[in-house]
């Protein structure tokens, strides 16, 4: 089935860095979301990205499908910016199958 | 602005009795999705619906039954809850490009 792992699994950063965080999934995927969720919190949709690259705000997610990856670029980090990051791919019978996530710290 | 609802927030249940979580959405969305998360395994997926009276086994579907009467309500059961079952429980509605999460429900088995 589909595996997705993502990279890395904690990173601290000093308020105003960007945060770079791979997803490498093991199967061609159709979706490709990433999640946000807060600390005990639930999840919150950031960007669907299949392929491509897209911006929302201070996010960029770049996807190269025949590659099998997708990376998030968070810019100008923000204390506000802690949590979860997760990736989320589909599989042939269109579940989605979550990575483990990336625990972003971002100190003041 | 989707709303998915779940209810209880906080369960605590005994070994071998039963367990009901509840969830509402009102998407009107056709795909529903129950999770549970632990510590070191991320999301995974236990049971899903493509609509009223329609459940399928997820990725771990042993221990648990899914019901979906409706398309706004989906619920998940434990039969006979065991203390591994103890973890967080998310319910999701789906629209094309994206799925929308509620709150959790924090089950804990003892």
């Known amino acids: 089935g589909q595996q997705v792992q993502q990279s890395p699994s904690s990173l601290v950063l000093q308020e105003g860095e960007n945060a770079e965080l791979q997803c490498n999934f093991s199967?061609?995927?159709?979706?490709l979301q990433w999640f946000y969720q807060s600390p005990g919190g639930s999840l919150v949709s950031l960007l669907s990205?299949?392929?491509g690259t897209k911006h929302t705000g201070r996010l960029t997610s770049t996807t190269v499908t025949k590659e099998r990856r997708s990376s998030l670029h968070i810019s100008s980090s923000q204390t506000t910016d802690s949590g979860t990051y997760l990736c989320?791919?589909?599989?042939?019978?269109?579940?989605?199958?979550f990575g483990d996530g990336t625990v972003l710290t971002v100190k003041p | 602005e989707a709303a998915v609802t779940q209810s209880p927030r906080n369960k605590v249940a005994v070994t071998g009795g039963k367990v009901t979580l509840s969830c509402n959405q009102t998407?009107?969305?056709?795909?529903m999705y129950w999770y549970r998360q632990d510590t070191g395994h991320g999301l995974r997926l236990i049971h899903y619906?493509?609509?009223?009276?329609?459940?399928e086994k997820g990725d771990i579907p042993d221990g648990y039954k899914a019901s979906r009467p409706s398309q706004e309500n989906f619920s998940l059961i434990l039969e006979l809850a065991t203390p591994s079952q103890t973890s967080v429980y998310f319910c999701?509605?789906?629209?094309?490009?994206?799925?929308?999460f509620g709150a959790g429900t924090r089950l804990s088995v003892l």
């Open positions: 199967s061609t995927a159709t979706q």
């Open positions: 998407n009107n969305h056709n795909n």
């Open positions: 999701a509605s789906g629209a094309e490009n994206t799925l929308y």
């Open positions: 990205n299949p392929s």
């Open positions: 989320a791919v589909n599989t042939n019978t269109g579940k989605l199958t």
């Open positions: 619906s493509y609509g009223a009276g329609s459940t």
